[in-house]
Nanobody
Framework: QVRLVESGGGLVQAGGSLRLSCAASGLTFSAYTMGWFRQAPGKEREFAAAITRSGRTTYGADSMKGRFTISRDNAKNSVYLQMNSLKPEDTAVYYC????????????WGQGTQVTVSS
């Protein structure tokens, strides 16, 4: 059974930083592209970042580029999202997801972790 468990969310003031973690189990982690998505209240889910099994990274909206950094540790079956210079508009539930490299859609999703940025 595949499980993705996010952690590291919380309440932070604008300008602060958070590091989200996602621990994966039940899959051959190194074979998967890992992604982070977010969903703010009343909005659609939004792509934040992804990292392939070889370490190639992509990022979502321009508002996240330069502030968010995705990384992975295959030895720990974990993927991370470092978020700096946080803004109130970054407030959302952040989800970890996994897909086999080359597939369009993500196969597995975590339950999400809440990030709240106060002004």
């Amino acid at each position: 059974q595949v499980r993705l468990v996010e952690s590291g969310g919380g309440l932070v003031q604008a300008g602060g930083s958070l590091r989200l973690s996602c621990a994966a189990s039940g899959l051959t982690f190194s074979a998967y592209t890992m992604g982070w998505f977010r969903q703010a209240p009343g909005k659609e889910r939004e792509f934040a970042a992804a990292i392939t099994r070889s370490g190639r990274t992509t990022y979502g909206a321009d508002s996240m580029k330069g502030r968010f950094t995705i990384s992975r540790d295959n030895a720990k079956n974990s993927v991370y999202l470092q978020m700096n210079s946080l803004k109130p508009e970054d407030t959302a539930v952040y989800y970890c997801a996994a897909k086999l490299t080359g597939q369009v859609g993500y196969n597995y999703w975590g339950q999400g972790t809440q990030v709240t940025v106060s002004s």
